[in-house]
């Protein structure tokens, strides 16, 4: 289906800042991975013919506990998750739970929570505004830039959100509408408790799990080399071409 369409190149945002990236002249090579994909203008198509073929059932779930302005976190999410993001989307599932080693306090007079984070209240607001983001973009994979642009750029975090945004065609305002109510407060709860509830109980982050399970080996490959941490877990059939190494 994706065969037909016109070759294109355009801008995307890369670890390095924006570059351009050319648009394969084969079609074969247009859903290698999903900055190819962008670069042609199929990531629809590729995601609905060609990645979406590869049984869900396969696909690895990483999950990653985080707080944004940890500096251990941000440089993860900078480069190795978004490698991962860029090389291998079709056999990976990749969620984000922002919160960390937060705590938080039940006040019934609002019947609200309110939340204490390790780098202050400037991180529980950079917390709140992922929250809200995963949520609303919870059925794409759309959230994923606007988290490595947020989390791989110095300055104020309103500020910051609303540049990234931007870049990112994200809807800004549907975010600020969820930070600014109820539904925001209870996204923080639920990232609150699905923290809570790991077992093992995390020591630190970023913290992953791959499948629903952590070890400290796993977090160590993770930490050094997400790709084939990824690869080698995946059991599927056609793994990408970036696999090819760790098989």
């Not at 506990?65 to 090389?87: G, H, K």
């Not at 709140?128 to 642009?149: A, D, E, M, R, V």
């Not at 509830?197 to 796993?218: A, C, F, I, K, R």
Request: charged share 15%.
């Amino acid at each position: 289906m994706y065969v037909s369409l016109i070759l294109s190149t355009i801008f995307v945002l890369n670890l390095h800042g924006v570059f351009a990236v050319d648009c394969p002249k084969s079609s074969a090579q247009w859903c290698e991975n999903a900055n190819i994909a962008q670069a042609c203008g199929v990531t629809e198509q590729c995601n609905k013919y060609v990645w979406k073929i590869r049984d869900d059932n396969d696909r690895v779930n990483l999950t990653v506990y985080y707080e944004t302005l940890c500096p251990d976190c941000r440089q993860f999410i900078s480069t190795q998750v978004w490698n991962a993001y860029q090389s291998i989307l079709s056999i990976v599932n990749i969620s984000f739970v922002p919160y960390g080693n937060a705590h938080e306090v039940y006040r019934p007079e609002t019947k609200l929570y309110e939340f204490y984070c390790q780098h202050g209240a400037d991180e529980c607001y950079g917390n709140l505004i992922h929250s809200c983001l995963i949520y609303i973009y919870q059925n794409t994979t759309q959230h994923l830039p606007f988290i490595y642009c947020t989390e791989s750029t110095e300055g104020d975090v309103e500020t910051v959100a609303v540049q990234c945004a931007e870049k990112t065609s994200i809807d800004y305002s549907k975010v600020s509408a969820c930070v600014q109510s109820r539904l925001g407060n209870q996204l923080q709860h639920l990232n609150a408790a699905q923290t809570d509830s790991l077992q093992p109980q995390h020591q630190y982050v970023p913290w992953v799990t791959v499948n629903g399970v952590h070890t400290e080996d796993m977090e160590q490959q993770a930490e050094k080399d997400l790709i084939g941490l990824i690869c080698k877990t995946y059991k599927g059939s056609n793994p990408p071409a970036q696999c090819q190494k760790y098989l």
